[in-house]
Nanobody, 119 residues
Framework: QVQLVESGGGLVQAGGSLRLSCAAS????????MGWFRQTPGKEREFVAS????????YYADSVKGRFTISRDNAKSAVYLQMNSLKPEDTAVYYC????????????WGQGTQVTVSS
């Protein structure tokens, strides 16, 4: 019954911004790290960013460092990904994940939300 509901994906021009949201329900997530991963057809799912329970520690893939910011609101059981200065190579399906260990995924995934960045 654990469910991660994502929103915020869409089509933007290069240089634009999007904010992805992920709301968790159906279980307790106290103490869980949260993360974002992305996948392009024909390629393996790759790590984007993760954040500790208390938001004291964050990790980013080198490809997004300085452009993306992960944050969370534990009162809302939500995690966010602010995506700035978007590039065409950021085009992918973005997935929310519960319980990651730095850049390795945990047990629960969201359904994925499409992000498309045009040139």
């Amino acid at each position: 019954q654990v469910q991660l509901v994502e929103s915020g994906g869409g089509l933007v021009q290069a240089g634009g911004s999007l904010r992805l949201s992920c709301a968790a329900s159906g279980g307790t997530f106290i103490g869980f790290a949260m993360g974002w991963f992305r996948q392009t057809p024909g390629k393996e799912r790759e790590f984007v960013a993760s954040i500790s329970w208390g938001s004291s520690t964050t990790y980013y893939a080198d490809s997004v460092k300085g452009r993306f910011t992960i944050s969370r609101d534990n009162a809302k059981s939500a995690v966010y990904l602010q995506m700035n200065s978007l590039k065409p190579e950021d085009t992918a399906v973005y997935y929310c994940n519960t319980g990651p260990t730095i850049d390795r995924p945990g047990n629960y995934w969201g359904q994925g939300t499409q992000v498309t960045v045009s040139s």
